[in-house]
């Protein structure tokens, strides 16, 4: 058990110099330095050389980069050819026999690095990167300390420093032109923000035309930092602090990309360890080695001096808080618990899981309130973004998560992007599917919105369907109608791999004229002939496949929709393989574990329904209690309930719901007619003003643990310093269901995964061991996978037979009126992370540091709306004010906005409308009318006037 | 008083939105309402299965005393919901 509970302890993976060729059939066999090596063909003599565990020495190659072959550092003798090669850029082929030392060899690459160091500042002693710098490393092995050329030559030491990234600098003095920078902008990130001017020793590397990094096309993602081999890009806060010590595997906290870090640490003066800096790792599967801003930079929060550290308890939402010791906490909240339940009922209390916390984490939360509680009554944040997907896939396919693993884009022809802005939101995937397009795949957006992705730089989407919000379902029919109806449908694989009936019941239905492209333009407003070539691109395709977000969830028939994506693929052969399937790109980071793990109200872990008895008894075995065989109570409904005074308690893991659950000022009412609200995160969220319990949980660098990211992908959370609040969250669980009396005992996570495994076939070859050997393991993983699932419905779906689901168009009741003739929709920027509680308190807030909303030139125009003025936003729900911005992002008669910020209250407008089958809410499509305003509206002043009030009684607790 | 005012006007909050929820399943899963077709089984099925038996109970109390506003699909399906 020990060597699980350690932190893995990271070296440095070994840079091999190039990257693996890709796709190599044939292998060569040649000899360096006297050893026999056999490489795939297209591996450069460089890799070939270091796979043998020789060092050629190098500058501008690294194996996250296509080779450059530019500071002619790496030159090694060929046998039997003339001059010196650079090993970087020349492949291995069979028979070569290569030299890399040799008197002639070295005095050339002392030379060569002579130069460079002539160029660069020589106090080695005080620069930050000391230690971690490979031009230092290079001279090291080469025996060179001094330069013969003087420090007094000609060079760039005088230019200025870049400070403007609030995360890096940029220091030219040191740079030595090697391009790496440059190529990781263009090749991984694909934002193509630095360039180089100038010639020879003239060049220079900058950011745009010679602007600063902010005023740049720069993301911040930092991938140019990691490839930079000397101090020129180097994090602020090495610069501060000193390079690391240690470093440790984890997972990334923010988005359902799931990326893969090294946690960097270094003691502080009190021998605490403190994080330097997250490093994407190489070994990563979700992202090889990239990241964004978030993941990369926005870390600060967990040291943010808002933190709640302490329990807190209060009798009414109008009292000052008292800071309280764990054990009283604990037993006021389970003697308040039992007092509700055996007041009201065993029904009247209930649990929300949360999709930030860890899969351990949220199934002790669903565990406690099954057993614990005796009910079902356990919902998940889910719920309000990606339950439509389970639903829609679990109908079609028979399970309710995404086909592919990230890398299946590298094999894809087409992509079709539905309701997705990944460049924003999932912005590792965002580039490596840009590095495709690069590539010659062809992209189809479907958006009411201009993305990036439209018309980015070097990419352009071959259709963009500009749809009206709410009406995807008729998109999809649409889409369906054309396969059909021209015949571009592959009959042999439907007819092998689906359910017939089904599938001709379809096809009656989606043949009717009612879903041609020509009748439902004027629904969808997209052109006809536009979306015929769209469909016949897609249809033609090698590989085809379809990725979708919450634009596609966060509607009235986002289950429909869902369900009309599946047959699409289904219909046109694009399931079971590499290259093509059906992607939804989830929002927070464990999504898709939150639900795996049974936190739906009607559903025990791995999609099982409460009502199948063998499986109930299965759990009931091995929890020693009896199960509730009804299903519980929704997140909406529990509001419902607690407003129709039935439902009166209410325990509330990592969750804002009074800020990312819509129609605001319902949710509201709810939380202060309950008589006990618990709330466990880690600062006093919107929702916790209404609490009477904060419960202070643990950031992911401070406990242990597993997220499962969008492509079903487990990956370990490993605990790098101890808990600022003394437990982690499991561990509150723990001691509340205890002091509900309900045991539970756990000494550790991997505890919680082997119940997990043992309860759920999905996750039966699961165990922190395995992880901890393979890096990652994507379920499902049982005997049949021991190793995971990159791929599923590989030879036949998991339902059997595939579904084709009837997916009639049921418009919204949302629509525009005369009272409210816009359509506003919403979206994430990329700086920014959900309700923004963690990346609001980080620097993170130079990129965005409020909520907008956009609107066309024409509307604004209408409305005497100039960028920057303030605009009020008025629903049937209600209305806030925030500041427009003029664009012809959107279309006219659509309003788009974001929700990061609480000051904006941005779903004080949304309404209670939602998806039939789940009841995600219809985040996406709003009517409101928008004015020019000067004042906030009445919700931001109440709001303001309320936040100061608990501020206040904040303050009083912790004085 | 006024406290229970309020009340009765949020419970009928919460009996209007289970009313339109139900209306959406069965506008949906009735879509082509034919003759011979199951819809009123499907209908009935994914109330079943994702609804608390609190608020079944409220969806058909509301039916026995008014119900005019369930559509005529839903209507069909009520006899087969589990009480
Ligand atoms: S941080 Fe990323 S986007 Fe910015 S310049 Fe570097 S590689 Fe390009
Ligand atoms: S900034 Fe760094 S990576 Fe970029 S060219 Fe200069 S030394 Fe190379
Ligand atoms: S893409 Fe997502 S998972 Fe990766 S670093 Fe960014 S926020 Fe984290
Ligand atoms: S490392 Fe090969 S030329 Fe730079």
Redesign the pocket.
Same mark, same amino acid.
């Given at each position: 058990m020990s060597d699980i509970q350690q932190p893995l302890t990271q070296l440095r993976i070994l840079d091999l110099g190039t990257p693996a060729p890709r796709d190599s059939a044939a292998q060569v066999s040649l000899e360096i330095d006297g050893q026999q090596v056999q490489v795939d063909a297209g591996t450069s003599v460089m890799r070939a050389a270091a796979l043998l565990g020789i060092n050629v020495p190098k500058l501008c190659a690294t194996d996250s980069l296509d080779a450059f072959g530019s500071c002619r550092m790496c030159l090694v003798e060929i046998e039997g050819r003339k001059g010196m090669p650079a090993s970087c850029t020349t492949p291995a082929e069979d028979g070569m026999v290569v030299n890399t030392q040799s008197g002639k060899l070295e005095k050339l690459r002392k030379n060569v690095l002579e130069l460079y160091i002539s160029d660069h500042p020589l106090d080695c002693v005080s620069c930050p990167s000391n230690g971690g710098c490979e031009l230092q490393d290079v001279a090291a092995d080469l025996g060179v300390e001094e330069t013969r050329y003087g420090l007094q030559g000609l060079n760039h030491q005088q230019a200025a420093k870049d400070e403007s990234n609030p995360y890096f600098t940029f220091d030219p003095s040191m740079c030595i032109v090697c391009y790496r920078?440059v190529r990781?902008?263009d090749d991984i990130?694909g934002?193509f /923000?630095?360039t180089v001017d100038g010639r020879g020793f003239e060049s220079k590397v900058s /950011?745009g035309q010679m602007e600063s990094?902010m005023d740049s096309e720069? @993301?911040?993602?930092? /991938?140019? @930092?990691n490839s930079c081999p000397t101090a020129a890009l180097e994090d602020k806060a090495v610069i501060e602090m000193g390079q690391p010590q240690k470093s440790t595997v984890t997972t990334c906290a923010y988005c359902g990309v799931g990326c893969a870090f090294e946690v960097e640490t270094r003691a502080n003066d009190q021998g605490a360890d403190e994080v330097v800096r997250m490093t994407p790792y190489k070994d990563g599967r979700a992202n090889e080695g990239h990241a964004c801003v978030k993941g990369r930079f926005a870390f600060g929060y967990t040291s943010h001096k808002d933190r709640i550290t302490k329990p807190m308890i209060r009798d009414s939402i109008d009292e000052a808080w008292r800071e309280v010791s764990w054990g009283e906490a604990i037993a006021f909240t389970a003697s308040r618990f039992r007092q509700i339940q055996s007041e009201y009922g065993r029904d009247s209390v209930g649990g929300i899981t949360s999709s930030r916390c860890s899969n351990e984490e949220t199934f002790l939360v669903q565990k406690l309130v099954r057993a614990g509680f005796g009910n079902n009554n356990v919902d998940t944040c889910a719920r309000v973004c990606h339950s439509p997907t389970g639903y829609g896939l679990k109908t079609t396919l028979g399970e309710s998560a995404g086909t592919q693993a990230f890398d299946s884009v590298d094999k894809a022809d087409v992509v079709m992007l539905i309701g997705a802005n990944p460049t924003e939101a999932h912005p590792v995937f965002g580039s490596r599917l840009k590095q495709r397009l690069r590539e010659g795949a062809q992209l189809i957006v479907v958006d009411p919105r201009k993305t990036e992705l439209v018309n980015g730089p070097h990419i352009r989407a071959a259709h963009h369907l500009q749809l009206l919000p709410g009406t995807n379902v008729a998109f999809l029919n649409a889409m369906a109608h054309v396969i059909i109806s021209e015949g571009l449908a592959d009959e042999d694989y439907v007819n092998q791999r689906c359910e017939i009936p089904s599938w001709e019941d379809w096809c009656d239905f989606i043949r009717l004229e009612e879903n041609s492209p020509e009748h439902l333009q004027a629904v969808t407003g997209i052109p006809a002939d536009e979306l015929r070539a769209a469909a016949r691109l897609f249809a033609g395709a090698g590989n085809a496949a379809i990725y979708y977000g919450l634009g596609v969830t966060e509607h009235s028939q986002g289950s429909t929709s869902v369900m009309g994506i599946a047959n699409l693929a289904m219909a046109t052969g694009n399931l079971g393989r590499e290259g093509v399937g059906v992607n939804p790109l989830r929002g927070q980071n464990n999504v898709q574990g939150s639900c795996d793990m049974g936190s739906f109200p009607h559903e025990l872990p791995g999609y099982r329904h409460i009502s199948d008895a063998n499986v109930r008894g299965l759990f009931e075995n091995e929890w020693q209690v009896k199960l509730h065989e009804e299903p519980g109570l929704r997140i909406p409904n529990m509001f419902d309930a607690a407003l129709g005074g039935v439902f009166k308690g209410l325990y509330c893991q990592g969750e804002d719901i009074a800020q990312s659950d819509p129609d605001t000022q319902h949710v509201e009412a709810a939380l202060k007619s309950l008589q006990c609200l618990v709330v466990q995160d880690i600062f006093l969220n919107e929702t916790a003003r209404f609490a009477h319990v904060f419960l202070p949980g643990s950031t992911f660098l401070e406990k242990n643990g597993t997220f499962t990211n969008a492509e079903r992908r487990i990956s370990r959370v490993r605990k790098v310093m101890p808990s600022r609040s003394g437990k982690e969250d499991w561990e509150i669980t723990m001691d509340l269901a205890n002091a509900l009396g309900y045991p539970m005992q756990y000494s550790h996570p991997s505890e919680i995964m082997d119940e997990i495994a043992r309860l759920t076939p999905t996750f039966s070859g699961v165990n922190y061991a395995k992880l901890d050997r393979l890096g990652s393991i994507q379920w499902p993983c049982n005997e049949a996978a021991p190793e995971g699932t990159p791929t599923m419905h590989v030879d036949e779906f998991v339902r059997g037979k595939g579904y084709f689901a009837i997916t009639g168009f049921v418009p919204t009741r949302e629509r525009s009126t005369r009272k409210y003739p816009l359509l506003l929709t919403t979206g994430r920027v990329l700086s920014q992370y959900n309700v923004g509680a963690q990346t609001r308190r980080t620097g993170n807030v130079v990129w965005a540091d409020q909520d907008l909303l956009e609107i066309h030139p024409v509307d604004a125009e209408d409305r005497g709306i100039c960028t920057n003025d303030w605009v009020g936003i008025a629903s049937r729900a209600g209305d806030t004010v925030l500041r427009a911005v003029v664009t012809d992002r959107v279309q006219p008669g659509v309003v788009y906005t974001t929700f990061h910020f609480p000051e904006t209250g941005a779903n004080i407008v949304t309404t209670e409308n939602s998806d039939w089958a789940t009841n995600c809410p219809e985040y996406k499509v709003t009517a409101v009318q928008a004015t020019k305003v000067t004042r906030p509206s009445e919700w931001q002043k109440k709001n303001a006037a309320f936040n100061r009030r608990q501020k206040a009684l904040l303050d009083k607790a912790r004085v | 008083m006024a406290d229970k005012e309020s009340n009765n006007c949020e419970v009928n909050r919460e009996v209007r939105h289970l009313v339109s929820m139900a209306n959406d399943i069965a506008d949906n899963l009735g879509f082509r309402a034919e003759a011979g077709d199951n819809s009123a089984e499907r209908i009935a099925d994914h109330i079943n299965r994702f609804w608390a038996p609190r608020m079944r109970a409220l969806l058909l109390e509301y039916a026995a005393a008014d119900g005019k506003d369930l559509s005529a699909a839903l209507l069909s399906a009520l006899e087969k919901l589990k009480t």
């Open positions: 920078c990781a902008c990130q934002s /923000a630095l /950011a990094f720069c @993301v911040s993602c930092g /991938a140019c @930092v | -």
